[in-house]
Structure formats: C-alpha cells, structure tokens
C-alpha cells in the first residue's frame, strides 16, 4: 500500500511516498468525522476540515509546487463529509458537503498523519542522550574515509550529532578544504564575521583567545547573537602540538543536573538575562539571554555559556548576588572532570557538535613546539534536521537521490 509519485494520480500532498503494514478494515462518518478502523484494531479519526485542507487536487494544492492553493477562507465553515468509501488500493474516497467536492486519501498517509491517536512524529526526531564523561568517555566516532559517498555512514554520524550533541570522523582528508566540503553535504553553511570558513591557529593580532596557544575555557560560540548557529564544524588539517587537548561538555546535561540538585540557582539561570557583546574594534555584536534557555515546555534548547564575552551585568537589583552564587554553581560544574570529555584532534579527524548544547574548549599548548590548524564553520540545527529527514524520506521510498 504506497502512493506511487510516478502514476497520474496524485495522492499525497508532499513529494513522499508512504507504506505501512496495515490496511483499512472499514470506513465511517457521522458528517463531521472521518472513522477509520485499520486491521491492527486501531482507530482513527479525522475531521471533516482536516481532511479538507489536505486534499490532494488541483483545487486544493498546486500540484507542481505542493503548496496549498486553498486559503482558509475558502474552507466552507459548515464543512461536512456527505459520503466516504474505502476505493481499491486502500484508497479512502470522501464527498465533501456543501461543495460536493470529491477528494482521495492514501490510507497510508492517513495513518503518518494520525493526530487522534497522539501525532505524528518528525523523521528527524532522534532520542536526545545527555551525557557524562563516565558514560561517554570519547565522541561516538564513525569512519570519514568516503563520508562523502557513504550514505548509512552519513545518516549514523549524523543521528549520533542528534542524539549526543556531537559526533566524530575520523580518516577524512587532513586537506584545509574538506571542512566545507562536509559542511556543504549536509546543508548550508552560516557566514559570520569571522568568515564563511575559519581557521583557528596561532594568528597574532587576530582579536580572539581562539587564534592563541593560550586554554580556552568551555564556551558556546557566537553567543553575542540573536540567532545563535546552531552547529558547529571542527577540522584538523594538522597538529604537530603536544598539549593542545580538546575537551567537549554535555551542557544539556550539566543544566539538568543543576535542575534536579539546585533548582533556586537553575531557576535564576534560566529565567534572567545576562548582557552578551563580543567588544570588538570592528564590529558591536550584543544580545541579551539567560544562560539556560527553556522552552514554553520547560525543556532546555540551549546553553549560552561564554563568560568571556559577557558585557556587565544589567539585572534587577535584588537579584545580582543570587545570580552570580547560580553562575558559580553553574561553572564549578562546568569545571567538574565528570562533565569534561577530553580528546587529541588527529588530522583528519572532524568533529560536528551542537553549538548550542555542547560547550567546547582547549588545554593551552606550545606554539614553539609545533603546529596546530583546525578549520571550522558553522551551520543551522535545521540543515541537520532536514538532512535527517531525507535520509528517512530515502529509506522509505529506497530513492537513490
Ligand atoms: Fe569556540
């Protein structure tokens, strides 16, 4: 049971192709709702202008585009289901009232679409995994060495950045290329200030701590901004250094922690803003957000820790004291080994993080003693999604494309 995009009728109004197990047993209406009982016992119900909404004809969408056509407006408001059949190949057809409009329904993308039995999930919905050092001593890691061709390969690394925040490849090529060559196949990469692509070495008078031999501390980057990027690309063309160690933290698990253990001081952390601003010569970059930033359901989307790019403090009176006893409990965790994964970049090795979860930094190195070179850029959360989503939109419908 599947729509075909290669036969005249178009029967779902996306570019994808839909196949489940189970097939329609009968088909029901009480005028306002659309029942549907499918051979696994369960039952479904849609809405008479639901289901007129997504209709899939050339009245309701431009069936080039599929873009609806269709403004709410042109809904009738007493909408209602006149008559509906179950049609060959699972195959629900439905008379719309008052219009007398015919539409046909991929039972398959029916039951993808079941909203009364709880929703439907994104393809790009991974299983978040929060992390400590125990528990993740080393970057999940896969083989780069035809990350670009690899395709399972791709899709895995990929998932893992989902999951854990961040994932490695190890074996690509140690060329200063390769970084937006990785970037660019997955999605598009994000400009900034610094550059499209950007090198961090030893560059005297470049204006960051990054392009020194000095320790970085734990850090998100371009937390000065209003849209943060939302993953970051790290690439080792080369490293001769001894020191120079890499170390990655799980700030999504840092911040839940503090959630369970110090509720008052996560409660400050995440409802009151701190002055972000990068201070440079050039440029004035400056935004203002809580170190933790929630959603409407309470859940963390982000840690914007980098207290050396915070501007002074601009609280309400009473809460300046309280705010920063929460900030030191904040990075005496941050400081804590048990958060604190640390690695050595070989060259060839690429790591791609959540730069808005995973804080990032460095142990110093000897700058006299050898080189050190990563290329990095950034992109969106949403390249990574979208990539995530075609790649379960391929193994539906084993598309080669
Ligand atoms: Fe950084």
Same mark, same amino acid.
């Given at each position: 049971?599947?729509?075909?995009e ?10 994808? /192709?839909?196949?489940v197990a189970?097939? !329609? *047993?009968?088909?029901?209406?009480d ?6 009982d499918w051979?696994d016992?369960? !039952?479904? +119900?849609?809405?008479?202008i ?5 209709? =899939?004809?050339?009245?309701?969408? &431009?069936l ?10 042109d809904?009738?408001e007493d909408?209602?289901?006149?008559? =509906? ?9 439905? +008379? ?8 046909r ?13 709880g929703? %439907? @999930?994104?393809?790009?919905?991974v299983?978040k995994?929060f992390?400590t050092?125990?528990? =993740?001593?080393e ?5 780069g060495?035809d ?16 999951s854990?925040?961040?994932?490695r ?5 140690a ?5 937006? @060559?990785?970037? /660019?196949?997955?999605?598009v990469i ?15 008078g470049?204006?960051?701590n990054?392009?020194? *031999? ?10 000065t ?6 993953? @970051?690309?790290?690439?080792c ?5 001894r020191g120079? +160690? ?12 503090? %959630?369970?253990?110090?509720?008052d001081?996560?409660h ?9 601003? &990068? ?16 959603d409407?359901?309470?859940a963390i !989307?982000? !840690? %914007? ?5 915070r501007?002074p ?7 300046v ?6 900030d030191r409990l904040?990075?005496a965790?941050? $400081?804590d080994?048990q958060?604190? $994964? ?15 979860r995973?804080?990032?930094?460095r ?6 003693e050898? +080189?050190?070179w ?10 990574l999604?979208s ?5 379960? %939109? ?8």
């Amino acid at each position: 049971m599947a729509s075909d995009e290669t036969a005249t009728e178009v029967l779902t109004p996306d570019f994808e /192709s839909y196949q489940v197990a189970e097939t !329609v *047993s009968a088909v029901d209406s009480d005028g306002r709702i659309l029942t549907v009982d499918w051979s696994d016992g369960r !039952v479904s +119900r849609y809405h008479a202008i639901w289901l007129r909404n997504n209709a =899939c004809d050339p009245v309701t969408f &431009n069936l080039d585009t599929r873009e609806i056509a269709l403004s709410p407006l042109d809904l009738p408001e007493d909408i209602r289901i006149a008559t =509906c059949e179950l049609a060959a190949d699972d195959v629900i057809a439905v +008379r719309f009232a008052p219009e007398g409009h015919d539409a046909r329904f991929d039972a398959a993308w029916l039951r993808l679409h079941d909203y009364s039995n709880g929703g %439907r @999930q994104d393809d790009a919905a991974v299983e978040k995994v929060f992390w400590t050092t125990a528990e =993740c001593p080393e970057p999940p890691s896969f083989d780069g060495s035809d990350i670009l061709n690899d395709r399972d390969t791709f899709a895995a690394f990929l998932t893992a950045v989902a999951s854990h925040g961040l994932a490695r490849l190890r074996g690509t090529p140690a060329e200063p290329g390769f970084a937006e @060559q990785l970037a /660019s196949h997955i999605g598009v990469i994000r400009d900034n200030n610094f550059g499209r692509i950007w090198n961090v070495r030893v560059e005297p008078g470049s204006g960051s701590n990054a392009y020194t *031999s000095l320790e970085l501390a734990p850090h998100v980057d371009l937390a000065t901004r209003e849209y943060q990027p939302g993953l @970051q690309v790290l690439h080792c063309v080369e490293n001769t250094t001894r020191g120079g +160690r890499a170390m990655m933290i799980d700030g999504f698990r840092v911040a839940e922690d503090l %959630r369970t253990e110090e509720p008052d001081a996560f409660h400050l952390l995440a409802t009151v803003p701190w002055h972000l601003s &990068n201070r440079a010569t050039d440029t004035d970059y400056r935004w203002n957000a809580p170190a933790i930033v929630l959603d409407a359901a309470g859940a963390i !989307v982000e !840690v %914007r820790s980098i207290y050396f790019l915070r501007g002074p403090l601009n609280a309400p009176f009473d809460l300046v004291e309280d705010l920063y006893a929460a900030d030191r409990l904040l990075h005496a965790r941050l $400081m804590d080994p048990q958060y604190r $994964m640390l690695f050595d970049y070989l060259p060839g090795d690429l790591m791609l993080f959540d730069n808005r979860r995973i804080l990032h930094g460095r142990k110093a190195f000897d700058a006299a003693e050898g +080189r050190r070179w990563l290329r990095g850029c950034y992109l969106e959360r949403e390249e990574l999604e979208s990539a995530l989503r075609m790649a379960a %939109r391929r193994r539906r419908t084993g598309a080669n494309t």
